[in-house]
């Protein structure tokens, strides 16, 4: 047996900035500081992003990926980054209005205590970065993908300078808890973070003792929290988190399957600047009010691609892709409009085994006139067109508490 | 039972040998989602990719170890292919193959040789 031509190593780690960073060797890696938990807890560490990160628990995959949709998962987020964003006027609307600068995104109206998604873009529309917002009254509190962190630390710093404060925090650690049980769970421990709707983020919470502040999100497809922690006291809430019942540890493998059938993009395959926010199908986190017509229109970079695509459409879109068979199709695996001969309309940006679904999913980009549900088209595996099919995403039904 | 360094085992029947994983590749490899075999009736050479087998992290190939014709393939591994994961140095077989060439068996290991090739 041996690995083979189409894929040797896991999605999450092929070709991701996230997992090509210069610090490969393992003495060269960072570590979170759930580190020696992991280890303790019998992970099977690899490089990521240049940390050393759990990608499986001796439960696998499979089985962890299963027990996040059934009861409630613990994930190490820790490596991703956390930042501060306070205007240097006291007001926060300030902090808003420059962080619009930078993304196509309603900031200045988002409530207090609020969270949403959003995205950094270049000047020619594409995405440099995806990330988290949210209003904490005085300050925005920004979360960023590991890989992409310094340059966006970096871009922040220079474009919001003049304006803001921009701290990065990394003496805080980060955890997600996700789950259709994780709410019963942290509930146990603090009983108000049950009152907690989808997005909504709270402060100066207790959970048995540490402060934290947390929000009612994730990146699985699934109802949750993620919690952000001072390092000093990330081991011990782990280990309280972890010693309810619900709960099990998780990995970055299991973390990618969940994403991926709940539709959610990974950046450096589904996104990256050679797409825009309107061919990946995000057009729902761009607001009307930073739309052509809208009281804040553009003022973002590539606003002049990006705000014609969203009005005559692009010429190529992120779709669900449901493979008939049972041969998983994954990154790479080229799109036909036929079962023989025809044109390559589309590339498979992520896929695999969906451990929910109990089959094949994965997503993809295609041309425009080929994106419409139901459409059936080929992926080329080992040399063999394969059907599947056009589908909605997500694969697995999402269980927020809106 | 004898052992390749690609972590195959091979048992020999009669003229046949059967061919499967190692525990270690199974373990190695996680949970197995897919698994594509060969036609019955193919001939093949050493070193060939006869079998596909996909798990939840990667796609992996198993190579025919010797020359020889598929006489049987373990269709059951189609419809269950976690049966990998289950059995697999006993159940979960994948092919037989009918040798031309026994010496090309000798360079093989047997288990104490593979034990400490995987160490």
């Not at chain 1, 991926?260 to 995000?282: F, K, M, N, R, S």
């Not at chain 1, 049972?326 to 695996?333: D, I, K, L, S």
């Not at chain 2, 939840?56 to 006489?71: F, H, Q």
């Amino acid at each position: 047996m041996r690995g083979s031509r189409c894929v040797k190593v896991p999605a999450w780690s092929k070709g991701h900035p996230e997992a090509t960073g210069k610090a490969n060797r393992m003495s060269d890696l960072k570590q979170t500081a759930l580190h020696d938990l992991h280890v303790e807890l019998g992970a099977k560490m690899v490089p990521f992003a240049g940390y050393s990160m759990p990608v499986q628990y001796p439960l696998g995959v499979m089985k962890e990926h299963l027990h996040t949709r059934a009861a409630a998962g613990l994930f190490d987020v820790s490596h991703m980054g956390q930042v501060m964003v306070r205007a240097k006027s006291g007001d926060n609307a300030d902090a808003a209005l420059a962080m619009e600068t930078l993304v196509p995104v309603d900031v200045l109206g988002l409530g207090e205590m609020r969270q949403r998604y959003a995205m950094f873009t270049d000047d020619r529309g594409g995405i440099l970065d995806d990330l988290m917002l949210a209003n904490l009254g005085d300050h925005l509190f920004v979360v960023v993908n590991a890989g992409c962190k310094d340059a966006d630390i970096a871009l922040m710093k220079d474009a919001l300078s003049d304006r803001c404060e921009i701290e990065v925090l990394d003496d805080r650690a980060l955890l997600a808890l996700q789950g259709p049980q994780a709410e019963a769970a942290l509930a146990r421990l603090q009983p108000s973070v049950a009152d907690m709707k989808f997005m909504d983020v709270a402060q100066g919470v207790d959970i048995d003792g540490i402060t934290v502040t947390l929000s009612r999100s994730g990146y699985t497809g699934e109802d949750g929290y993620e919690i952000s922690v001072a390092n000093a006291d990330a081991e011990a809430l782990a280990r309280k988190l972890l010693a309810l019942e619900e709960v099990e540890p998780i990995g970055l493998g299991a973390r990618d399957s969940l994403r991926l059938e709940g539709g959610l993009c990974l950046y450096g395959h589904d996104i990256d600047t050679t797409t825009t926010p309107v061919e990946a199908a995000l057009n729902w986190a761009i607001q009307k009010v930073r739309r052509t017509d809208g009281d804040r229109a553009g003022g973002f970079p590539g606003a002049g691609v990006i705000l014609q695509q969203l009005t005559d459409g692009a010429p190529r879109k992120r779709v669900g892709l449901l493979p008939e068979g049972r041969a998983p199709m994954r990154e790479g695996v080229a799109i036909f409009d036929a079962a023989e001969g025809g044109n390559e309309i589309g590339t498979v940006t992520s896929g695999g085994f969906g451990p929910t679904v109990g089959g094949p999913v994965a997503m993809g980009y295609v041309t425009a006139e080929h994106a419409k549900v139901d459409t059936p088209l080929w992926g080329e595996v080992r040399g063999k067109r394969l059907p599947l099919t056009v589908t909605k995403m997500p694969f697995v039904a999402a269980n927020f508490k809106r | 039972m004898k052992f390749t360094e690609e972590h195959e085992w091979l048992r020999v029947e009669g003229d046949e040998v059967i061919v499967g994983i190692t525990t270690h590749a199974a373990e190695q490899l996680g949970d197995v989602v897919f698994v594509e075999l060969p036609d019955e009736g193919t001939v093949v050479s050493k070193d060939d990719e006869v079998v596909v087998i996909e798990s939840v992290k990667a796609a992996s190939d198993i190579l025919a170890p010797i020359d020889g014709e598929i006489t049987e393939v373990n269709s059951t591994l189609t419809d269950n292919p976690s049966m990998v994961n289950d059995d697999p140095q006993g159940e979960a077989w994948f092919f037989k193959l009918k040798f031309t060439d026994a010496t090309q068996m000798d360079d093989f290991m047997d288990e104490a040789a593979y034990q400490k090739f995987i160490g």
